[in-house]
């Protein structure tokens, strides 16, 4: 079984994140499990962030392409 991943750097998330969610929004239907993750603390919260996604479908290349457009934004597959 081949397990492909997405992970993807999210930096100035206050402003970039939106744009993010709605490309995952339109290729939902593809992802599997999604996890974000940054650093919080009581005192502080991160600006930069990463989400990992378990995917499949044949639009991952162009999800992960309107992605990389993002300026702050960084995303790269892996297959595993």
């Given at each position: 079984?081949?397990?492909?991943?997405?992970?993807?750097?999210?930096?100035?998330?206050?402003?970039?994140a939106?744009?993010?969610?709605?490309?995952?929004?339109?290729?939902?239907?593809s992802?599997?499990?999604?996890?974000?993750?940054h650093?919080?603390?009581k005192?502080f919260?991160?600006?930069?962030?990463l989400?990992?996604?378990?995917?499949e479908g044949?639009?991952?290349?162009q999800?992960?392409?309107k992605?990389?457009?993002?300026?702050?934004?960084?995303a790269?597959?892996?297959?595993?």
């Amino acid at each position: 079984m081949t397990y492909k991943v997405v992970l993807i750097k999210i930096d100035h998330r206050s402003t970039e994140a939106a744009k993010v969610q709605g490309i995952l929004t339109d290729h939902g239907c593809s992802i599997k499990v999604r996890l974000g993750l940054h650093e919080v603390s009581k005192e502080f919260c991160a600006n930069d962030g990463l989400v990992v996604l378990e995917v499949e479908g044949a639009d991952i290349p162009q999800m992960i392409d309107k992605l990389n457009a993002i300026d702050y934004v960084q995303a790269k597959l892996i297959e595993m």
